[in-house]
Every structure is written in structure tokens, then in C-alpha cells.
């Protein structure tokens, strides 16, 4: 069993960066792909960024060139780095993970989730 838990969310101004952070426990970190998806309030999750265990990655047109996803195998974290946020931006971000090859965009490609971190833009 992996467990996940999301860190770095918080109020920012539009236009302005986060960087959410997702520490796995569990072993063979490095065997995992790795997503994140986002929820605004009266909507579907929706995906955003994903990296598989090669290193390649894969992100929704809607924050392609703003949003980075990297991952630290030594520190068992998957990070989403975010610029030039929008207001549109505003979600319950989660992080989410599958022992698999490659990214996908799937929310029923990943096995484990975390309980979300909250990301507010103001305009």
C-alpha cells in the first residue's frame, strides 16, 4: 500500500507561482508513474500533468508551458511546479500514482491518491 500526501497549496495572485510537493512511503518509488489531476468546485476531476517512471512526461493542453511536474526518486516526491497561474487555475489539486510504465492522462491508470491540497488564485 502507498499512501500520498499533497503540501504546497495555498492563496496566490494571478500571475504569480506555486510549487506542490507529494511524498510517497512505501518502496521502488522509482517504478511508479506519477500524476496530477484538479478539481474545481461543480466539476469532474480533471487531469494535468503525468510522468512515467522512464521520465517522460505528459500535460493537458490547458497548462502546457505554465505547469513543469518533476520527481525525486531519492526522496520519494513528485513535484508541480506552477507559473502565470489564473484564476481558472482555482482546484483541489491531488497527486496520484501507479506502479506502471509511462504517463497517462487516465484517472484509472493510477492505484493510490492523495487527499488533495487546495490552490486558490485570485484575479
Known amino acids: 500500500q502507498v499512501q500520498l500526501v499533497e503540501s504546497g497549496g495555498g492563496l496566490v495572485q494571478a500571475g504569480g507561482s506555486l510549487r506542490l510537493s507529494c511524498v510517497a512511503s512505501?518502496?521502488?518509488?522509482?517504478?511508479?508513474?506519477l500524476g496530477w489531476f484538479r478539481q474545481a468546485p461543480g466539476k469532474e476531476r480533471d487531469f494535468i500533468a503525468a510522468r512515467g517512471s522512464g521520465g517522460s512526461t505528459y500535460y493537458a493542453d490547458s497548462v502546457k508551458g505554465r505547469f513543469t511536474i518533476s520527481r525525486d526518486n531519492a526522496k520519494n516526491t513528485v513535484y508541480l511546479q506552477m507559473n502565470s497561474l489564473k484564476f481558472d487555475d482555482t482546484a483541489v489539486y491531488y497527486c496520484?500514482?501507479?506502479?506502471?510504465?509511462?504517463?497517462?492522462?487516465?484517472?484509472?491508470?493510477?492505484?493510490?491518491w492523495g487527499q488533495g491540497t487546495q490552490v486558490t488564485v485570485s484575479s
Open positions: 496520484a500514482a501507479a506502479r506502471r510504465l509511462g504517463p497517462t492522462s487516465s484517472a484509472s491508470g493510477y492505484d493510490y
Open positions: 512505501g518502496r521502488a518509488f522509482s517504478d511508479y508513474r
